[in-house]
């Protein structure tokens, strides 16, 4: 009798490591990408692979790569599956690696701050590991609490504290992962290396297509001494990007900065009469108050008034809320959130053309963007749509008319089209555009290099050839 794909990986790697009942399969069909829901609702669902492995170490995922490897079977890595651009859907030939099921604290090192987390590790229960040692991560992304570190790596995560503290690739002290053919590497020694190119940022954004990781180490800060709050009203969304572009050119790094358009300031606090700014400040207790002083005398200065500070309290109690997409498309509203990134010369006019784009799409209900993240030479904004329709049909092309509408302002002005969610499936044909033609032909190249079977991840990162 012939063994299943499945059965022979179980002699392989141990009966319980191998899942094949219908409950397991169906739950790692796919991540929280919108239309992946859209396609669930309509009845279209993605398939279930044909099974899950549930690594208890780094020796289960180098056999399985090996396995899938020698036998050309595609491997989706699954994180805690809160991605929201489509890197994990399933196919039924696929092993589905569920990294959840590696979910240990290596260690803490409060000496030389560092903490070590096999990739699966849930994010908050991460932070609270080290929060007990009185130390932060400072990864603070909305989804902290249904995302793993391994998945921060994987699509190149922000945290809403990044201003100061940094994104992930800031954070990562060392990456551990495997490669497709089952090699272990660790990328990552010192504090500091020069030592030729930087490996970690090869499986920094790759998106499961070029290897798993298996651990992340990250360099740690102490909990901050003092943590106070701001808020301000800018008239109009230019004066508040020119009112941050001050604040953080001037040298001030308030870990959050947030700017509302007068549509969603509406909706984070009714009192708002234009767009809120929203600041937090943290560290030792003399900076805190240097840099509120400095922002308070800088907005007096540029006539942006202050805001009731309370909204930014309510900010931080909501923050890791997590919606449900079944709630809209019950009835019949699609939507979803697309971040881009640009200088300061031409984030207003992004601004300006993606929301009229999104506003002329039949059905629209919202067209809005805040900005989460600030640097010296520019921000980036976070975009969100809702279109309804009663016809279930347009629901796909209502999606895809969104989004074209984002990348295409963006990239007519020269933006970034990725901020932090990272490409999957949803931004693939745009990848050229922030790449080059030559940029996604080196990326071709590395990924046959790397995995000449091309097992990891099909149909993610890279457009078809
Ligand atoms: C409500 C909500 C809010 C969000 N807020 C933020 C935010 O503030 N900032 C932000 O950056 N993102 C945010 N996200 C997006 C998402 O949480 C991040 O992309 C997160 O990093 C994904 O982690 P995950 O473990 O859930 O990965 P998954 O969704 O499981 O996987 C994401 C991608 O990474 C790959 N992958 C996962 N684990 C591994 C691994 N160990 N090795 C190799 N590849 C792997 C997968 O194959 C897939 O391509 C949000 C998502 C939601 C639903």
Redesign the pocket.
Known sequence: MTRSMPETLARVLGEGTVLTDAASLAARRH??WMLSHVRDHLGASAPSPACVVRPGGVEDVQATLRFASAAGVPV?????????????VARPDAIV?D??S?NRTRFVDPVNLQASFD??KN?LEAEQAVAEEGLTIGH?????G???????????????FSTAYG??EDIVHTIE?VLPNGELVILGKGPRASAGPDLRHL?LG?????????GVTFSLRRAPETRTVSAFQAGGMRAGFEFQREIIQSGWRPPVVRQYDERESLRLDARATACLILMVHEGPAAVVAAETAAVGELAAKMNIPAAPPDIVDHWLEQR????SWEMFLQRGIVLD?V?VSAGWGAIGAIYDDATAALKAIPGCLAGSAHS?HAYRGGLNLYFTFAVQTDEPGAMEAIYLDGWRGIMEATDRHGGGLA????I?RVRRAWLERELSAGGVALLRRLKHALDPAGI??PG??LPDA
């Open positions: 991540d929280y989706i890595p699954f994180g805690l599956g809160s991605g929201v651009v489509g890197g994990v690696l990294m959840g590696m990739a699966g994010g603070w992304p909305q989804s902290v249904v995302s793993s570190v391994g998945g921060w790596v994987a699509t190149r995560a922000s945290g809403q994104n992930i992962a499986m790759s998106e499961g297509t070029l290897g798993v990781i298996t890791n809320h997590v919606p959130t971040e989460s901020h932090h969610h990272g999957g990891m991840n993610v990162l």
